[in-house]
T-cell receptor, first 110, second 113 residues
Framework: QKEVEQNSGPLSVPEGAIASLNCTYSDRGSQSFFWYRQYSGKSPELIMFIYSNGDKEDGRFTAQLNKASQYVSLLIRDSQPSDSATYLCAVRGSNYKLTFGKGTLLTVNP | GAGVSQSPSNKVTEKGKDVELRCDPISGHTALYWYRQRLGQGLEFLIYFQGNSAPDKSGLPSDRFSAERTGESVSTLTIQRTQQEDSAVYLC???????????FGPGTRLTVT
């Protein structure tokens, strides 16, 4: 069974701090990695994807991938209360299917 | 451009009734996925369509669930003889190609009373 694991949280950070969200996966053949943000009562929204080892930056968001250690992380700099949401990690394995983690609830306190 | 759309946005039905949920993918997206999300839970994969290939139905929880898609257009998810445990948000997503990033619709909230 291919699994994607995330700490369910809640992760609580003060406004302006860096939020660090982590995800590990079991399928060594995984090729593509995605982060989705899901506000309460809303559907998931794609915010980042990464395919290669290393860092990928987009505004306040940085995705980090380490295939050897089988983990992917999302850093949110200068966290804002509007970043409060559940963050879902999704991994495309050696097949087409995305496997989603259960998500980490992030709360940014003003 | 238009995103993924789903209808209805909310559906309340009595136990034992059949329901049909609809998904309109982003134009040009060949892949279409259905997921279920129970309250406070993660996403549960149900079924996947890719072009004209046979769908992957491996996530359907029982034979009461079925789905259809004609070509690369609209898909319908049908739940027969609904049960209370079917209450959830049903999410549809589409992607440009197999394995590429998925974009989600707003979901249909199903409540079985």
């Amino acid at each position: 069974q291919k699994e994607v694991e995330q700490n369910s949280g809640p992760l609580s950070v003060p406004e302006g701090a860096i939020a660090s969200l982590n995800c590990t996966y079991s399928d060594r053949g995984s090729q593509s990695f995605f982060w989705y943000r899901q506000y309460s009562g809303k559907s998931p929204e794609l915010i980042m994807f990464i395919y290669s080892n290393g860092d990928k930056e987009d505004g306040r968001f940085t995705a980090q991938l380490n295939k050897a250690s089988q983990y992917v992380s999302l850093l949110i700099r200068d966290s804002q209360p509007s970043d409060s949401a559940t963050y879902l990690c999704a991994v495309r394995g050696s097949n087409y299917k995305l496997t989603f983690g259960k998500g980490t609830l992030l709360t940014v306190n003003p | 451009g238009a995103g993924v759309s789903q209808s209805p946005s909310n559906k309340v039905t009595e136990k034992g009734k059949d329901v049909e949920l609809r998904c309109d993918p982003i134009s040009g997206h060949t892949a279409l996925y259905w997921y279920r999300q129970r309250l406070g839970q993660g996403l549960e994969f149900l079924i996947y369509f890719q072009g004209n290939s046979a769908p992957d139905k491996s996530g359907l929880p029982s034979d009461r669930f079925s789905a259809e898609r004609t070509g690369e257009s609209v898909s319908t998810l049908t739940i027969q003889r609904t049960q209370q445990e079917d209450s959830a948000v049903y999410l549809c997503a589409s992607s440009l190609a197999e394995g590429s990033e998925q974009y989600f619709g707003p979901g249909t909230r199903l409540t079985v009373t």
